[in-house]
């Protein structure tokens, strides 16, 4: 069993920033990748990055490139989403996800949710 806990979401202004937190518990996590995914009303989920749990190689989409940073305690089993120049269209309801295979941007290869974390960007 595996269990995800997000935290850090709120309300900003645009231009602000937030710090995401993702704390994982139940089995080892060396092996996985750690997914940031959001899902925003009448959308689908999308990808927004990703970690590998050994040597901490990233991705990210296109839409957060240089303003978002995915980072990770592996003595804390925690991910991290670092969010900086949040603009409205960032508003969405953020999970973070484990994969046990992939190091992806799908969101079917991810086994494991967290329950989200609402994150809103005023104009």
């Known amino acids: 069993q595996v269990l995800l806990v997000e935290s850090g979401g709120g309300l900003v202004q645009a231009g602000g920033s937030l710090r995401l937190s993702c704390a994982a518990s139940g089995r080892t996590f060396s092996s996985y990748a750690m997914g940031w995914f959001r899902q925003a009303p009448g959308k689908e989920r999308e990808f927004v990055a990703v970690i590998r749990w050994s040597g901490g190689r990233t991705y990210y989409a296109d839409s957060v490139k240089g303003r978002f940073t995915i980072s990770r305690d592996n003595a804390k089993n925690t991910v991290y989403l670092q969010m900086n120049s949040l603009k409205p269209e960032d508003t969405a309801v953020y999970y973070c996800?484990?994969?046990?295979?992939?190091?992806?941007?799908?969101?079917?290869?991810?086994?494991?949710w967290g329950q989200g974390t609402q994150v809103t960007v005023s104009s």
């Open positions: 996800a484990a994969s046990d295979r992939y190091y992806s941007v799908v969101v079917t290869e991810y086994a494991y």
